[in-house]
């Protein structure tokens, strides 16, 4: 786990999936296995976690998409793959829509996301970072994916989505955010300085001067936020510390 927090990638869903892992994991092994039975016990359980995590997309585009009605106007932002799984899901329902993705610097993994929708044959517009609010009042809802969701329900996500759900709530636009339960974190910030460097900083650029970093996550707090979409079903974000109470136990 301390290898992944040091490489060249966003390390917050990479975190929480491997603390799941690890405790899923060790909740079939007892003192008394042999090494080669410890050893058939993870590889099992670690087919089963795996298994589990492949098919969460399918519910959550499944719940998800039944919000997607004939001539709504979508607004997201990065590239989700389960967002992006959810929409293609509506296209296929024969449901008409029209997607609105920013580019969302620095990266701007939002054209990626475009170019998707575009191959699927999804109406969709590329806009820039900086016109969120400007379009905000034309859409019906938000829709995001998430790195990590956090015990108090909010989220971390890509750098800009803290300040689309600022927009979002000031036009009272529903903000939904789908996200795998694997991505649940034992984590409770109060704001952006609370994260973790390693969530918003590449491993390359923590050894210099922070300062003069741009993060590439933010933590959009619970009361921005409609509904969390997950494969354990749909949930408020007051409802998120109930269920990782569960997952951990």
Known sequence: MEITKNTNYPS???????????????????DSNTFAQCQNVMLDRGNLFLNKLNASRDKIKKLASQFIIDGCRILTHSRSRVVLHTLIEAAQQNKYFEVFVTMSAPDDSGERMYNDLREHKIQCTLITDAAIG??????????????????????VN??????????????????????????????????????????????????????????????TPPSYITLLFTDLGILTPSAVSDELIRLYL
């Open 134 to 155: 400007y379009i905000m009042e034309s859409i019906d809802f938000v829709m995001v994916g998430a790195e990590a969701v956090v015990e108090s329900g909010g989220i």
């Open 12 to 30: 917050a869903a990479i975190t929480s999936s491997c603390e799941l892992f690890r405790r899923f994991i060790t909740l079939s092994i007892n």
């Open 158 to 219: 890509k750098i800009g989505s803290y300040t689309m759900a600022l927009s979002a709530k000031a036009m009272n636009k529903p903000f939904y955010v789908l996200t795998e339960s694997v991505k649940f974190s034992r984590l409770f910030p109060l704001n952006q300085g609370d994260l973790p460097d390693e969530y918003k900083y590449l491993s390359v650029k923590r050894s210099g001067d922070l300062s003069k970093e741009h993060p590439l996550v933010d933590y």
